[in-house]
């Protein structure tokens, strides 16, 4: 359903035409979100170098969890822009973009990228869609753009902006500002995730793109192709191994009211006395989630030979936070 086509009052759906990529263009650049077409399902997405950007994709999907993003690119030409491109990768991309799969790729260390899209990982999902809107859109906004399914964490995938409409609040409510319509997705199933950070690919999800269509183009020069459950820990992290996540190698205190000694302090709202640094002086959840990685790796890197965390509110995106912060304080041996 279009705005023309009597799409309701305060919907953001717009015809995908060059006015409406043009304004969805804009809303990316000045840090909105927008959901928009990709052969494989409509995506919700954000300027992937803006730190609260990234984060409100998480506020309005109300995902439970920081799972890492998938960015958006035009091309392979600028993937090397963001991360390190192995050989394994450059098969992949050279084989199947623009197309239904994601390719995981170590950060580069210059990365412009927000850590929040890579959940704190050294390692980032990339993909160039084979879709004209995704496209166009990609290059109107010269950004790189974070963008998972654009619906409601748990629901299913939307194949048409009229499902994005249905499940995501509008644009006065934090939803996305723009809706770009382009009618059904072609795939309509999500993109293959593959890891390409050594010299073995590993399937850490089935997608749009088979196995065998993988291991066809690899021509048996990278061994088989693995899924990630058959490779175990000390692998490539899959999805479902998110317990790995990121976490600092010094120790971490969580619910500390103040620091003791030789700990660094972070800190949570207004009061927040001798904090080193403050995820939010306001108190609010979505700026401490923008702030969670940045500051946790400057603490990791600063002089405190350890890291004392204040309390969350188990509020928003307080839960997500919370998440995190339990795995990382959790040490080796407890996973
Ligand atoms: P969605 O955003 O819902 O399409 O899901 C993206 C998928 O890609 C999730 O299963 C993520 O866990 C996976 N993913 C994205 N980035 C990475 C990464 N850096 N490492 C491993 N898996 C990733
Ligand atoms: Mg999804």
């Known amino acids: 359903m279009t705005a023309s086509g009597g ?24 840090g909105r979100l927008v959901a928009f077409p990709t052969e494989t399902v409509y995506g919700l997405g954000a300027d992937a170098t803006n730190d609260t950007a990234v984060a409100e994709i998480y506020a309005v999907k109300g995902r439970p969890d920081f799972n890492p993003l998938i960015v958006h690119i035009p091309d392979a030409d600028t993937a ?5 491109i192995t050989p394994l990768g450059r098969l992949l991309m050279d084989a199947f973009w623009p197309g239904p799969l994601s390719i995981v790729l170590p950060r580069r260390a210059d990365c412009r990228l927000s850590r929040l899209v890579s959940a704190g990982l050294d390692t980032v999902a990339l993909r160039a869609p084979a879709h004209d809107v995704g496209q166009a859109l990609l290059r ?69 793109l088979s196995r065998e269509d993988i291991e066809a183009a690899l ?69 401490a989630a923008a702030n969670l990685f940045t500051m946790l790796h400057d603490l990791d890197a600063g002089p405190a030979p350890a890291i004392a965390v204040m309390p969350i509110p188990d509020r928003g995106l307080g839960r997500a936070i919370n998440d995190r912060l339990i795995r990382a304080a959790r040490t080796e041996d407890d996973e």
Do not use: W
């Open 7 to 30: 799409a309701p009052t305060g919907s953001a759906v717009v015809a995908a035409d060059a006015a409406g990529i043009a304004h969805a263009a804009e809303a990316l650049r000045s």
């Open 80 to 84: 090397a822009d963001y991360a390190k």
């Open 140 to 208: 109107a906004s010269d950004l790189p753009v974070a963008a998972p399914s654009a619906n409601r964490s748990g629901r299913m995938s939307p194949t048409q902006a009229g499902h994005v409409a249905a499940s995501l609040p509008g644009p006065d409510q934090g939803g996305p500002a723009v809706i770009l319509d382009a009618g059904a997705c072609t795939v309509g199933l999500e993109s293959t995730v593959v890891d390409a950070t050594g010299d073995q690919a590993v399937i850490l999800r089935p997608g749009g």
């Open 219 to 287: 021509g048996g020069s990278y061994g088989p192709v693995a899924d990630a459950h058959e490779i175990g820990p000390g692998g490539p992290r899959s999805p479902g191994m998110l317990a790995r996540h990121y976490a600092p190698a010094k120790p971490l205190r969580l619910n500390a009211e103040t620091a003791e000694d030789g700990e660094a302090l972070l800190g949570f709202g207004p009061d927040a006395p001798g904090a080193t640094l403050n995820l939010s002086a306001a108190g609010n959840t979505t700026e």
